[in-house]
């Protein structure tokens, strides 16, 4: 591993000291000025976020010298990014200009970034999805340009499925029993190390994530929903929760409760899982040369529960610009060309990103390239949001509460029913009800 990722490391260092040539295709790009500046550009560290963050600003800067563009490396748990943000923003820094955020930041991040209507053509913005960029529109300013979309799948091993004779699991139950046959056959084996699913259960966004889609798919539930009104306090949400509870130490390691998506990520890899939920980033990664699931694998839609709904929760990050930026209008600049179609093409290629233009999704390259697009038709179909525009700047304070009282079910403090009724209570006091 310490290997690999050195020999990482060399890679992206050898690459950033080529000089960048103009590819094929690649557009003309507008620097918007000719004054100097450096800025700084925020960006994730999942998977191969920093080596394609390099790669853009390399052809950034090689069209445009006057501008220096830095990559700064985030945490990789969106809480602990928002959490960054906030100091940044509360001290009005000016150390970052392009700030890479989730698609449920815009009400909380409004005030502190600058309306990028100023900076975009409208043709250029007419490719993005209407949904995404009137998601990041906030009293009529665009918080940030969509950079990538985002949508868990159920990653599922295709060479254990037909060894142990198992169907796709359709439903929740399903997949415990596939899970916990597999396991039980690998583990005979001799490896001891095998699980049968792993997903993200640390007490973090993520799980506000995964526990939406069990709630959803159980109970139609999504938390706050669209009118404000809360839904956690039922039977069949305690259930949802009560029931993922049973998978930890079971069919999923212990350690679950305080895995991100990398670390699930990490086990699949390794081939030591039958089942994953992640997002999209996952595929192409699963499919490379390290990648002992490499060939061996496919994706379906999450499983569904007693609401007989499906959900796969609808994610994603925009491009935005600080309103403390000393240079607005080269940062600008660099959030318009990071997350142009062209960048987003080969980050869809290469990386399995998933486009915000909707030019992409005809893209004759990408359709080839990228045969599980079919099997994603109906995650995309089937995106369940979190409640971020109805909560607005409260949004963080409600997921927090929401995922702390999912992480109290799933290490067994106390069960779905009473975790229920204490977060409606505590949801009642954030918004105010
Ligand atoms: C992915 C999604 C993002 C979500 C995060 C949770 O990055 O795109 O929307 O908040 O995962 O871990």
Known sequence: MKKALFLMLVLVLVASALPVVAQDGMPAID????????V?????????DIEFGQRAADEFMAACPNITVQIYSLPESATDILGYYLQQFEAQSSEIDVFQFDVIWPGILAEHMLNMYDYISEDALADYFPAIVENNTVDGNLTGIPWFNDAPMLYYRTDLLDEYGVEVPQTWEELAVAAQTIQDGERAKGNADFWGYVWQGNAYEGLTC????WIYTEAGSTIVDREGNITVNNAAVAHALDRAATWVGTISPEGVTSYQEEDSRAVWQAGNAAFMRNWPYAYSLGQGEDSAVAGIFNVALLPTGAADLRAATQGGW???VSKYSQNPTAAAAVAIYFSSPYVQKYRSLEGSYLPT???LYSDADLLDANPYYAELFPVLSNTVTRPSTVTGVLYNQVSTAFFTAAHSVLVGDQDGAT?????ELDLQDILGQ
């Open 419 to 423: 975790a229920m009724e204490l977060l």
């Open 40 to 48: 700084v550009v925020s960006v994730g560290s999942v998977g191969k």
């Open 31 to 38: 620097c918007l000025t000719d004054e100097t500046a450096t």
């Open 318 to 320: 925009q491009l935005g």
């Open 357 to 359: 233009a909707m030019s």
């Open 210 to 213: 995964d526990g939406l889609e």
